[in-house]
């Protein structure tokens, strides 16, 4: 049975950093597909970043140069810095997990076979 479990949330000011973890059991995590998606009150759920198993990641426009994902296979692991935290970026996030996703649909999040529960980033000061 596949685990992601978030954590790292919190309540940081403009311009603050969190780092947010994403621990996964119950699967062959090296294989995966993993990526961050978050979803804001009254919005849909929107990608931010993923990162395959040659390590290459890919950003949305909000993220990148902010955001890093980063993944340990080691530990099951994926991570999100995000660095220079704006109020927009306040939202729930999510980790996301597949095996078979192709390049051009990493930012979709129907295409994700496993989500965690969510962590909740408020940005405010």
């Known amino acids: 049975q596949v685990h992601l479990v978030e954590s790292g949330g919190g309540m940081v000011q403009p311009g603050g950093s969190l780092r947010l973890s994403c621990a996964a059991s119950?699967?062959?995590?090296?294989?995966?597909?993993l990526g961050w998606f978050r979803q804001a009150a009254g919005k849909e759920r929107e990608f931010v970043a993923a990162?395959?198993?040659?390590?290459?990641?890919y950003y949305s426009d909000s993220a990148r140069g902010r955001f890093t994902i980063s993944r340990d296979n080691g530990k099951s692991e994926v991570y999100l810095q995000m660095n220079s935290l704006k109020p927009e970026d306040t939202a729930d996030y999510y980790c996301?997990?597949?095996?078979?996703?192709?390049?051009?649909?990493?930012?979709?999040?129907?295409?994700?076979?496993?989500w965690g529960q969510g962590t909740r980033v408020t940005v405010s000061s």
């Open positions: 119950g699967l062959a995590f090296s294989r995966y597909v």
């Open positions: 990162i395959n198993r040659s390590r290459h990641t």
């Open positions: 996301a997990a597949d095996e078979r996703l192709i390049v051009s649909s990493y930012g979709q999040h129907t295409q994700y076979d496993y």
